[in-house]
């Protein structure tokens, strides 16, 4: 199992996220925030389990993406590194998921 580290605009990510979930529904956005540590866990243990995605940004090589669990339009994007999990973003599968990653 690797530990997982999480970039600051993961945070934003998730602030966002919930307060989105939220306005529509209180408690699907605490079942949200229970999804994504399981998800975080899983992958944590299984860092293989996410599909790489074939990137023209060389620079988002090696990134693969994973569904949070129970959410299903919701993405977690990592990169395995030697000593642990990178998370780059935690994102709605409807946005220009190159174009917000690149930026990262």
Request: aromatic share 12%; charged share 30%.
């Amino acid at each position: 199992m690797k530990p997982i580290h999480k970039r600051k605009e993961v945070i934003y990510d998730l602030a966002d996220l919930y307060g989105w979930i939220c306005e529509r529904n209180p408690d699907a956005a605490e079942r949200f925030l229970r999804a994504i540590d399981d998800t975080l866990h899983q992958i944590s243990r299984h860092p293989g389990i996410g599909w790489e995605r074939p990137w023209r940004n060389p620079k988002l090589n090696g990134m693969r993406s994973w569904r949070v669990e129970g959410f299903s339009n919701f993405l977690i994007f990592y990169r395995e590194e030697a000593i642990s999990i990178e998370i780059f973003g935690v994102l709605r599968g409807a946005r220009h998921l190159a174009r917000v990653l690149s930026r990262r």
